[in-house]
Antibody
Framework: EVQLVESGGGLVQPGGSLRLSCAASGFTFSTYSMNWVRQAPGKGLEWVSY????????HYADSVKGRFTISRDDAKNSLYLQMNSLRAEDTAVYFC???????????WGQGSLVTVSS | EIVLTQSPGTLSLSPGERATLSCRASQSVSSTFLAWYQQKPGQAPRLLIY???SRAAGIPDRFSGSGSGTDFTLAISRLEPEDFAVYYC??????????FGPGTKVDLK
C-alpha cells in the first residue's frame, strides 16, 4: 500500500525556518517525481515545488523561490522541504504528493500544518 | 502563464442528481495533463480523473471527465452522499509547473 507521511510542521515566528519531511513507503520511491502542495486555511491548493527522480530537475513556485529548498534522500525513501525566511502568508497545510506519468498527483500525504506567527 | 477558472463556485444539489462542473483554461492545454481531484474537509485531495477522461484507480464509474483545448468537464452522474465535497481541476505544464483551479464546492441543497 502506498503511504506518504509528512512531519515537521509547527508554529514558527516570521523570519524563522522549518524543515518538513515526507516518508514514503509501498512503492519504489527513487523512480518517482515528487511534489509539495500547500493549502492556506480556507483556501485552495497551491503548488510549491517539484523534484524529479534522481534530483535531476527542481522547480519552485515564484512565491517561494529563493526561500524554500526541496530535496530527497532515496536511500531513506524521504522527501524534504527546507523553508527559510518564513512569512505569515506561508501559513498552510503542506502536502507531499507522488506524481504519475500524466502530471497528476496520484497519492498524497495527510498534510502537515505550518503556522507562521509571532 | 496558464490560469484555470472553475464554474460554478458552488453547486447546490440533492443526492441522486447529476452534477456538471466546468474547468476553463486561459489558453489551449494538452488534455494529457489535465486532472480532477476531490477534497473533503480535513482530508488530502484525492485524484479522480487524469488525462482529462481516465478514472483513477478505485474511482466509481459515476465520475467521468471530458473536454479538450480550453474547456473541460467533470460529471457526476448520480450524486451519492459521500460526493459532497470540493472539486479542483489541475494542469501540468510550464511556469508554473502545476496550476490548480479555485475549486467548485458541491453542497447539499
Amino acid at each position: 500500500e502506498v503511504q506518504l507521511v509528512e512531519s515537521g510542521g509547527g508554529l514558527v515566528q516570521p523570519g524563522g525556518s522549518l524543515r518538513l519531511s515526507c516518508a514514503a513507503s509501498g512503492f519504489t520511491f527513487s523512480t518517482y517525481s515528487m511534489n509539495w502542495v500547500r493549502q492556506a486555511p480556507g483556501k485552495g491548493l497551491e503548488w510549491v515545488s517539484y523534484i524529479s527522480s534522481r534530483s535531476r530537475t527542481i522547480h519552485y513556485a515564484d512565491s517561494v523561490k529563493g526561500r524554500f529548498t526541496i530535496s530527497r534522500d532515496d536511500a531513506k525513501n524521504s522527501l524534504y522541504l527546507q523553508m527559510n525566511s518564513l512569512r505569515a502568508e506561508d501559513t498552510a497545510v503542506y502536502f507531499c504528493g507522488r506524481q504519475d506519468a500524466w502530471g497528476s498527483l496520484d497519492y498524497w500525504g495527510q498534510g502537515s500544518l505550518v503556522t507562521v506567527s509571532s | 502563464e496558464i490560469v484555470l477558472t472553475q464554474s460554478p463556485g458552488t453547486l447546490s444539489l440533492s443526492p441522486g442528481e447529476r452534477a456538471t462542473l466546468s474547468c476553463r483554461a486561459s489558453q489551449s492545454v494538452s488534455s494529457t495533463f489535465l486532472a480532477w481531484y476531490q477534497q473533503k474537509p480535513g482530508q488530502a485531495p484525492r485524484l479522480l480523473i487524469y488525462a482529462a477522461s481516465s478514472r483513477a484507480a478505485g474511482i466509481p464509474d459515476r465520475f467521468s471527465g471530458s473536454g479538450s483545448g480550453t474547456d473541460f468537464t467533470l460529471a457526476i452522474s448520480r450524486l451519492e452522499p459521500e460526493d459532497f465535497a470540493v472539486y479542483y481541476c489541475q494542469h501540468y505544464g510550464n511556469s508554473p509547473l502545476f496550476t490548480f483551479g479555485p475549486g467548485t464546492k458541491v453542497d447539499l441543497k
